[in-house]
């Protein structure tokens, strides 16, 4: 699988908005790029994921570099509840192989 | 949204003994489900791949002599950690996904396994 890089800690306020960065330098044209997120003592969440165009849904937006290198999970009003180890993950989406690969992942501290 | 459980969220047991955890889907048909195991303040890390009626498929360093898996149905993966070690003391994390949902893996809560 492709590698992510994400910076391993980040802190925002809460009711601000959040942007978690993750490049992607090596992702292929048949790589998906997924976001989870695992709050502490719990299995991780799907968040978020996208191939080439923005992505919004209720939790997040995903923007997506126009060469696909780097990606920005964008929290629009961080509460506490989003503190959180958050991972950028790309997937293959072709054949029968649909495994992920977690690395380090964000730790996102939300500050009252 | 699609729903994981599993069972027990945690459990004690002596040096030696075996210790069987599973996973459901709730409310959908999984063809694959996924078992991941995270030390602490450590990512998660692949242990192996189970297919409906098929043999898992684990990855590389994990023994499959050790770490038995079965999924006899869709809805049903079970991981069974055999002559547990303290070494062995984890949390392990199950995942499932079915084709109709698109690729998402949806997981569960975790199984926190302290041996003693």
């Known amino acids: 699988d492709a590698k992510t890089t994400q910076p391993n800690s980040m802190e925002s306020n809460e009711e601000e908005p959040v942007h978690l960065p993750c490049n992607h330098s090596?992702?292929?044209?048949?790589?998906?790029i997924h976001w989870y997120r695992q709050l502490p003592s719990q299995g991780p969440e799907y968040v978020i994921h996208?191939?080439?165009s923005n992505v919004n849904n209720r939790m997040a937006s995903l923007a997506i570099a126009e060469d696909r290198k780097s990606s920005t999970l964008i929290l629009h009003r961080a509460t506490l509840r989003d503190a959180a180890v958050y991972y950028c993950?790309?997937?293959?989406?072709?054949?029968?192989?649909?495994?992920?690969?977690f690395g380090k992942g964000t730790l996102l501290t939300v500050n009252p | 949204g699609a729903v994981v459980s599993q069972h027990p969220s945690r459990v004690i047991c002596k040096s030696g003994t075996s210790v069987k955890i599973e996973c459901r889907s709730l409310?959908?048909?999984?063809?694959?489900m996924f078992w991941y195991r995270q030390f602490p303040k450590q990512s998660l890390m692949l242990m192996a791949t189970?297919?409906?009626?098929?043999?898992?498929?684990?990855e590389q360093g994990v023994e499959k002599d050790k770490f038995l898996i079965n999924h006899a149905s869709l809805t049903l993966s079970t991981l069974t950690v055999t002559s547990a070690h303290p070494e062995d003391s984890s949390f392990y994390i199950c995942?499932?996904?079915?084709?109709?949902?698109?690729?998402?893996?949806?997981f569960g809560p975790g199984t926190r396994l302290l041996v003693l």
């Open positions: 993950i790309l997937r293959y989406s072709g054949g029968s192989n649909y495994k992920l690969t």
């Open positions: 090596t992702i292929s044209g048949t790589d998906y």
């Open positions: 996208g191939l080439t």
């Open positions: 409310d959908f048909q999984a063809t694959t």
């Open positions: 995942s499932a996904q079915t084709g109709r949902l698109g690729e998402t893996q949806y």
């Open positions: 189970s297919n409906e009626g098929s043999k898992a498929t684990y």
